[in-house]
Structure formats: C-alpha cells, structure tokens
C-alpha cells in the first residue's frame, strides 16, 4: 500500500473471521478466501470459480488469529506510540457481520480472551499510567481522553454513552 507500512502513519489491515457455523451449514458454502501471511507477503485472496482477486495490506490476521494477537499486531504499537505523546486513532471498516465490534470489543464484562482492541488499550494505557503515579519520581502527569463512535447509515453513535445517538457533525469552515 502507498505510504503505508512500517514507520508510517497510516497502516492497512485487514482481519479475516472465522466463518460463522450457520455459514459452515448451508448448503453450497464454500471457502473463497485465502491468506497469505508472512515476513515478505500480506495478501488477501479471493477465489470462486471464474472469479479471481488478490490485494495486498501492511498486515494480515486469517481467522486462527486471537483477540490478543489482533491487539498485539494493530493496537499495541499505536497505544505506545500514545503513551509517548502522540495522537491515535484506529478505524474499523467492513460491512455488516465481518467482525468489526468483536475485534474492536464489547466493553460490557467479557473474558480476558475475548476482550478487543478497546478494553484492551485502556488497561494498557492504565496499567502504564498507574505505574507511573506509584513512582513518585518519574514526576509524569496525565491527562487520557477516549473517544469511541460508530457511524451507522450516515448517523454518528456515541459508544461509550449509548443514550447518545445521531450526534451533530461540526466543521470547520476553514479548514474542513
């Protein structure tokens, strides 16, 4: 990908579920995706029949991929990279039933082996800034503000209040 990869700002990664069981049952399912995924290749291949596309990401995870493994590939460096004082942000994009609330996290109570990328950054950047208050020399002070939204059907959702729906978009005249 353009301007992508390591050192760069802006990553592709594309994550590849599992196939649900009720998929696995119908009659005529058939497997058409493929990952290629190592030191020199991330590719993503999709084949049936007459049919025939590969493309190409910074990062693959194929469905054996756990939640910890997702988090450990995508998240983990962009939360280092915060916990240095950078600014991040990490978009889920795909359409309905490909996975994305799983592996970004439900933060209702889940198992720890469940847990996504949002539960999971949180007690990273907790974790790092608790230990930070119990050693009263670093002298470090924070200051952590999170946001979590879904736009749905051109309607933007607070995640983390969900009484809030359909949030105001602003712009900025000036600069977009």
Known sequence: MSGSGPGSRVRGVVRVRPPFRSEVNTP??????RV????????????????????????????EVKQDGVYQAVAMPLVEDVLRGMNGSLLAYG????GKTYTLGILTEP???NKGIVSRSIDHIMEHVQRAHDDPASGARYTVSLS????????????????????P????????
């Open 28 to 33: 005529g399912y058939a497997n058409v995706i």
């Open 36 to 63: 290629l995924s190592n030191r020199s290749v991330q590719k993503v291949i999709v084949a049936y029949e007459d049919y025939h596309r590969e493309y190409d990401f910074d990062v693959v995870l194929g469905p």
């Open 95 to 98: 359409q309905t039933g490909t």
């Open 111 to 113: 198992e720890e082996r």
């Open 148 to 167: 979590f939204i879904q736009i749905y059907k051109d309607m933007i959702f607070d995640m983390l209040h969900p009484a809030r729906v359909n949030l």
């Open 169 to 176: 978009l602003r712009e900025d005249p000036q600069g977009g």
